[in-house]
């Protein structure tokens, strides 16, 4: 089992809606949970972070996270085109400040 | 702003070649990183750093050897060059406790 899964998409959504992505991890010590976005060619920039269970917002970014079913999810409110891009899910774990990355989901948004 | 700067964009190597891949950060960072990415893999860690001369194996070792002499400063180091070691290689630092990683430019090495 991988530590850190997510569904590599592609997740298409019309501009607008709501887009829904989600990761499950495997460590149950893990500690912090990270959302990364990353334009193709780019490098991965932060966008959201969280540390405890329920919901956390920035802006139209809303993380979610579960820690009994180990699960994390990031909500893109009114979707545009500009947030079309990769996602990644990254976890905390291990004393030694270890940080693992999902593969990645990839978001379209259709103009 | 932090900046994490790798010492390469673009790098060409032949097989069998010893390669250097440097990374110099400015904030003080005690945690560094290396990572590869490649298609439908993700990213995946090579070697870490938590401290000025510790090192940690990641998912994938092989193949790689580091060196954190100075605190701002994380080599990963190819001993002999393979192509499938062809990739994008990411560097990254933190701070300890668990804070958001910055990423450097990323070093598309490509060995031939």
């Known amino acids: 089992q991988k530590e850190v899964e997510q569904n590599s998409g592609p997740l298409s959504v019309p501009e607008g809606a709501i887009a829904s992505l989600n990761c499950t991890y495997s460590?149950?010590?893990?500690?912090?949970f990270f959302w990364y976005r990353q334009y193709s060619g780019k490098s991965p920039e932060l966008i959201m972070s969280i540390y405890s269970n329920g919901d956390k917002e920035d802006g139209r970014f809303t993380a979610q996270l579960n820690k009994a079913s180990q699960y994390v999810s990031l909500l893109i409110r009114d979707s545009q085109p500009s947030d079309s891009a990769t996602y990644l899910c990254a976890v905390l774990t291990g004393g030694y400040q270890k940080v693992t990355f999902g593969t990645g989901t990839k978001l379209q948004v259709i103009p | 702003d932090v900046k994490v700067t790798q010492s390469s964009r673009y790098l060409v190597k032949r097989t069998g070649e010893k390669v250097f891949l440097e990374c110099v950060q400015d904030?003080?960072?005690?945690?560094m990183f290396w990572y590869r990415q490649d298609p439908g893999l993700g990213l995946r860690l090579i070697y870490f750093?938590?401290?000025?001369?510790?090192?940690e194996k990641g998912d994938i070792p092989e193949g790689y050897s580091v060196s954190r002499e100075k605190k701002e400063r994380f080599s990963l180091i190819l001993e002999s060059a393979s192509t499938n070691q062809t990739s994008m290689y990411l560097c990254a630092s933190s701070n300890w406790g668990g804070t958001e990683a910055f990423f450097g430019q990323g070093t598309r090495l490509t060995v031939v």
């Open positions: 904030m003080d960072h005690e945690n």
């Open positions: 750093s938590y401290d000025v001369k510790m090192k």
């Open positions: 460590d149950r010590g893990s500690q912090s």
